[in-house]
């Protein structure tokens, strides 16, 4: 991949606590302009990749490669004035209203006269910018810290669990801001999370990291190839189609009978022979393995919600 389409590379990337690496060998790719999902359970590596990314953690082995320059002592004060970004729990004054906390940052950022109404017009929160924030949703307030981090007017967003205990309504709100931010803004943005349905919704490509080591990355249109384990068939005699479908050994779920899988003649010869045993056939669809089952079968571990 050329330099230029990359925003975040990393080669080889360590880092050891007393002895025992808690991120090992980590080789992430994030291309410019997509939202990039990091997976994982809590205790994985992500807020420590995520801290070494924005050089709150120096690294104990490897090199960091963000929009295009290498990160060191020397380059991060340039690097992060390019780079929004939310670590932990995000930090703001209840008792200010958004628009107050907003000068703030552009105080402490030293940022133009403006910026801050900017950013809380493209987080949908400039009619409540007068509002005190202790007043505000769980989903306005994590709208409000979005529009913390694009202050800088950034070409990059590093996101730790930016949905982590909101509501679905508040998920919903700051996952159509994501998109949003991605399509009309042309902004890269990485999101660490373990809300593995609402980070298929939203990403472009996934990486997946489970005790410090990197275990899937690549598109979610390739994951998605591999959840095809068979089809589903939905009747209302599965004993009769377990019968007469005995030599594909299917098993069964929730009533319903799981095939292997079968092209299109295997589907409509299937669907003849239980017509003609006096099997109703109510359906038959592709089966798909959820986000978490898959995760399970590449970690061998549940997700930790």
């Known amino acids: 991949m050329e330099q230029n389409t990359t925003a975040i590379r990393t080669t080889g990337l360590t880092k050891t606590y ?5 991120v090992r060998n980590l080789d992430l790719e994030i291309r410019k302009g997509e939202i990039y999902g990091f997976l994982g359970p809590n205790g994985a590596g992500k807020s420590t990749t995520m801290k070494m990314l924005l050089g709150l953690s120096r690294p104990s082995a490897g090199e ?14 340039e690097i992060l004035s390019r780079v929004g970004s939310i670590i932990e729990s995000p930090s703001y004054y209840g008792h200010l209203s958004a628009s107050e906390n907003m000068k703030i940052i552009e105080t402490l950022l030293d940022l133009p006269e403006g910026r801050g109404d900017r950013a809380l017009r493209i987080v949908r929160l400039y009619d409540q910018k007068d509002r005190r924030v202790r007043e ?9 810290a979005i529009a913390m981090a694009l202050a800088r007017n950034p070409e990059l967003l590093i996101l730790d669990e930016p949905v982590n ?8 709100e700051v996952r159509e801001l994501l998109l949003e931010l991605a399509k009309e803004h042309g902004i890269t943005i990485m999101i660490s999370s373990h809300l ?3 980070i298929e919704k939203t990403v472009d490509h996934l990486g997946i ?3 410090g080591e990197l275990v899937y ?11 095809q384990p068979g089809f589903v068939l939905e009747t209302d005699d599965p004993a009769g189609a377990e019968a007469v479908l005995a030599p594909l050994h299917p098993g069964t779920e929730d009533n319903s009978l799981i095939l292997p899988q079968l092209d299109r003649k295997q589907r409509a ?8 045993n006096g099997v109703p056939v109510c359906g038959l669809y592709p089966k798909q393995k959820s986000l978490e089952e898959l995760f399970l079968e590449i970690t061998g571990r549940e997700l930790t919600l």
Request: cysteine-free; charged content about 35%; hydrophobic content about 30%.
């Open 217 to 227: 990355q690549g598109s979610v249109e390739d994951l998605n190839r591999s959840r």
């Open 209 to 211: 990291i489970d005790h």
């Open 136 to 144: 505000f949703s769980l989903g306005m307030k994590q709208r409000l």
């Open 269 to 276: 010869s299937i669907v003849r022979r239980l017509t003609e």
């Open 18 to 22: 007393d002895g025992i690496d808690r």
């Open 64 to 77: 960091i490669e963000i929009l295009g320059t290498t990160l060191n002592d020397k380059t991060r004060p």
């Open 196 to 198: 593995l349905s609402e």
């Open 165 to 172: 205990g909101l509501d679905p309504a508040g998920i919903e």
